[in-house]
Structure formats: C-alpha cells, structure tokens
Antibody, heavy 124, light 108 residues
Framework: QVQLVQSGAEVKKPGASVKLSCKTSGYSFINYYMYWVRQAPGQGLEWMGVIDPRGGSTSFAQKFQGRVTMTRDTSTRTVYMELSSLRSEDTAVYYC?????????????????WGLGTLVTVSS | EIVLTQSPGTLSLSPGERATLSCRASQSVSSSYLAWYQQKPGQAPRLLIYGPSSRASGIPDRFSGSGSGTDFTLTISRLEPEDFAVYYCQQYGSSQLTFGGGTRVEIK
C-alpha cells in the first residue's frame, strides 16, 4: 500500500534552517509529483511547493520563494523540504502529499495520499 | 494568486441534517479545478471531491460538489456522526495552489 513516512518533530531557533524528509513506498515514485503543505496551530492549510521526482524540477508558492528548497533521492524514494531563516510564524505541522491521476490519466494538483505530518516548533 | 473564501466559518447542525458549504474564489477557477477536503483533529486532510463534482475513491455518495467560475458548493445530504469535521476547498486551476480558510461543521 502507498505510504508516506515523514521524519520526526523538530525544535529550532529563529534564524535556523530545518530539513524534513518524506520517505515513500508502495507506488511508482517518479510518476507522482510530491507537494508540501503546512498548517499552523489552529489554522488552515497552506501550500508551499511541489517537486517532480523524475527530474527534480520544483515550483514554489510565492510566499516561500528564496526560503524553501525541495530535493529528492530516487535511490531511497525520499523527498526533502528545507526551510531557512525560520521565524516563530513557521511553527506548524508540515505535510508531504502526493498528487492524483484522474480517470482519463490526466495529472491533477490535488492530494489523495498524505504523510502524518512533522511538527516544527520555532522558539528561542 | 486566487483567494478562496469559505462560508460560513462554522455550521452547527444535527446528525441527519443537510449541510451546505460555500467556497467563493476571487477570480474564475480555470476548468472548475476545485477540490474539497475533510480534516479531523490530529489527522491529515482527506480528499473528498474534485473537478468540482467527482468523488474521490471510497467517498460515500452523501457528499456532492457543484459549481463553476467563482462559486462552488459542497453538500452533505445527511450528516453522519463521522462527518463532523473541518472542510477545506482548494483550487488547482492556477500554478499557485491555494486553500480556503475552512468551514467547521459541529454538532448542534
């Protein structure tokens, strides 16, 4: 079965960076884009960006441009998201999520499989 | 960026009642690329509806989606106890994906 296993909780100081991982199994890794979505405590969902595991190309939400990096390791079927210059507002649960093919085989930027999330706490 | 506004913020209903949730976009959503998710406390969101009326795999038919352009609706025909949760809409018609702020459906 499809699994997205995320790394454990992190506590960081303001100004630091954090690198999260999302290890996948149960499907063809290179055929599905992987997205990162975050959720601050008690708040809504916020899309951060996407990586194409096949070639490594990325696209980011404008809000995170210059501060986020997404990479992948095809040998371990793992994607990574690094966020730099952390501030208290970055305290959130960070999810990786997989995209969807519709019944016609068309790829959609919606998310049918999610990791359990990684809590990142930014505090001095 | 397309801003999605969900209303109401909270919906208080009893089991068996009908729930109607609204999602309004700041500009037309291309190809009606609008999806709905359900999220329960401590869990990741679950995809319910996309496109804007196709149910995701395993989603019961009491959930339905409709709409086009800037106005979309999620309807739950008869609320079951497990349906009390927060619901989010998401547009995927532009390269900058965005979510609405959510509607909480609570037990009255």
């Amino acid at each position: 079965q499809v699994q997205l296993v995320q790394s454990g909780a992190e506590v960081k100081k303001p100004g630091a960076s954090v690198k999260l991982s999302c290890k996948t199994s149960g499907y063809s890794f290179i055929n599905y884009y992987m997205y990162w979505v975050r959720q601050a405590p008690g708040q809504g969902l916020e899309w951060m960006g996407v990586i194409d595991p096949r070639g490594g190309s990325t696209s980011f939400a404008q809000k995170f441009q210059g501060r986020v990096t997404m990479t992948r390791d095809t040998s371990t079927r793992t994607v990574y998201m690094e966020l730099s210059s952390l501030r208290s507002e970055d305290t959130a649960v960070y999810y990786c999520a997989r995209g969807v093919y519709d019944s016609s085989g068309y790829y959609l930027d919606i998310f049918d499989m999610w990791g359990l999330g990684t809590l990142v706490t930014v505090s001095s | 960026e397309i801003v999605l506004t969900q209303s109401p913020g909270t919906l208080s209903l009893s089991p068996g009642e009908r729930a109607t949730l609204s999602c309004r976009a700041s500009q037309s959503v291309s190809s009606s690329y609008l999806a709905w998710y359900q999220q329960k406390p401590g869990q990741a969101p679950r995809l319910l509806i996309y496109g804007p009326s196709s149910r995701a795999s395993g989603i019961p038919d009491r959930f339905s989606g409709s709409g086009s352009g800037t106005d979309f609706t999620l309807t739950i025909s008869r609320l079951e106890p497990e349906d009390f949760a927060v619901y989010y809409c998401q547009q995927y018609g532009s390269s900058q994906l965005t979510f609405g702020g959510g509607t909480r459906v609570e037990i009255k």
